[in-house]
């Protein structure tokens, strides 16, 4: 695309309002075109520096056009750029290999896509495969992207683009803490919420089910973060039903939250189906199935599938260079010592401005959710949309989310260090503010 430099801004805002569906979501009251990054931090079209603490929606997890991940694509676009899955190819099965090494023990085999909306629906269908059950069990406020099949699991209205129902689909509740569906406090409760998951397979399905399918942080969801003996229970309640378990760790994965390479670690369960994405290549488009050699062989007989663009070369290469950067420098444990940091800087700030209602969320994963009174938790998207236009402003990108449209999503690249979050503490105080002000 060619624009003047110098009114590009309005240039690119006048080809998307003219050439791109008008529903396509644009962050901020004046749109924000952005021309390049490094590591941390982005510009726009006119030069503005941003410290990004959003990573292209927990995409860029390396940081921006890093150097590791550029050389393994341009090594392999000097060699092949598309071969479809019908040929095999070394990259592919180099990655499939790698990912092995840090996937949970016993789901060592793949199966690459593009999106982790594929990623979510193929391993639904896997889960009905293996079991010959149809009924699937997701959680509301989940996401799982935008196919009929993703939307319809997808607990939040407002991602159910047109008439989107799947009968087979069941939403139990969310263990949604800070507001408890059951007015219960956490941990008191016990998990009281988890019953639901039993009420819904006995009330509102056959009685067996093919999967329970949950995130361990609900990333659209506003960051709601799974308490880990729910989880546990809510899995054996699926096992029971004859239901296999699938985590969503499109979000959540490649040591985002610290510890573990895997969000659903932190509960110590061992689910049958892992998805992932976005992370996984650090902006170009894959996802992978992680799953075990006996769910994987029970797809075999039962109808033929192909990927025209799963396994791209070009996007394998990218994942083996993220991989090896996040082996190497950012993995779980710099999450962990990131995040503790990134986590007392947030509740301090809690401390100083009411607007915060909770701080949520697991190492380099971080949700606060808007209130405009502590005391009846209204939620604030007002709250919410002014400080991403008051960060901006000053030079920072962060996210939103959430079904109230009130939470802001703090997730930076893998690589942040102190001083990256030092810079956004500091502006995030000085956001909160002028925000405080309006409410």
């Not at 021309?35 to 990573?55: I, N, P, Q, S, T």
């Not at 019908?86 to 996937?103: D, F, G, K, R, S």
């Not at 956490?186 to 009420?199: F, L, N, T």
Request: charged share 20%; aromatic share 8%.
């Amino acid at each position: 695309m060619s624009v003047d430099k110098n009114n590009a801004r309005e240039q690119i805002l006048e080809k998307q309002r003219k050439h791109l569906w008008p529903n396509h979501i644009l962050y901020y009251s004046d749109p924000l075109p952005l021309e390049r990054g490094e590591d941390m931090y982005v510009w726009d079209v006119e030069g503005k520096k941003y410290l990004d603490f959003f990573a292209g929606i927990l995409t860029t997890s390396v940081g921006h056009n890093n150097p590791t991940v550029k050389k393994h694509i341009n090594d392999q676009v000097d060699k092949l750029l598309h071969t479809s899955t019908l040929y095999p190819n070394e990259t592919h099965v180099a990655l499939a290999e790698q990912m092995a090494e840090i996937t949970p023990e016993g789901l060592d085999t793949f199966y690459f896509g593009a999106t982790g909306t594929d990623a979510d629906e193929t391993a639904v269908v896997m889960a009905q495969v293996k079991t010959g059950n149809t009924e699937v069990i997701a959680l509301r406020h989940g996401y799982s992207g935008k196919s009929q099949m993703a939307m319809s699991l997808t607990g939040q209205s407002a991602w159910r683009m047109g008439p989107v129902h799947i009968g087979y689909i069941r939403h139990a509740m969310t263990p949604y803490c800070y507001r408890c569906p059951l007015k219960m406090t956490y941990p008191s409760c016990g998990v009281a919420c988890v019953e639901d998951v039993k009420d819904v397979i006995e009330t509102m399905t056959s009685g067996r089910i093919a999967a329970f399918i949950a995130e361990p942080i609900q990333g659209v969801g506003g960051f709601i973060t799974l308490p880990p003996e729910w989880l546990q229970a809510a899995v054996e309640i699926a096992r029971e039903y004859e239901g296999l378990v699938i985590i969503d760790e499109v979000q959540t994965g490649f040591g985002r939250t610290g510890e573990h390479w895997w969000g659903h670690e932190h509960a110590g369960i061992s689910p049958d189906i892992v998805t992932m994405a976005k992370g996984i290549a650090n902006g170009m488009p894959l996802s992978a199935v992680a799953t075990t050699q006996e769910v994987a062989g029970s797809a075999v007989g039962k109808g033929l599938t192909i990927s025209t663009f799963g396994g791209n070369p070009v996007s394998c290469a990218a994942a083996i260079g993220t991989l090896s950067e996040m082996k190497s420098k950012w993995g779980p444990d710099h999450s962990s010592e990131m995040g503790a940091i990134l986590r007392t800087g947030l509740e301090t700030l809690q401390d100083k401005y009411p607007v915060i209602g909770d701080v949520r969320g697991r190492g380099l994963m971080q949700g606060v959710e808007l209130v405009s009174d502590r005391t009846g938790k209204e939620p604030t998207s007002l709250a919410a949309n002014a400080m991403l236009n008051s960060t901006r402003e000053i030079g920072l990108l962060i996210g939103k989310g959430g079904l109230y449209g009130n939470v802001l999503r703090i997730a930076p690249p893998l690589t942040a260090n102190e001083a990256h979050i030092e810079e956004a503490l500091e502006k995030l105080d000085y956001a909160f503010a002028q925000v405080q002000e309006l409410i």
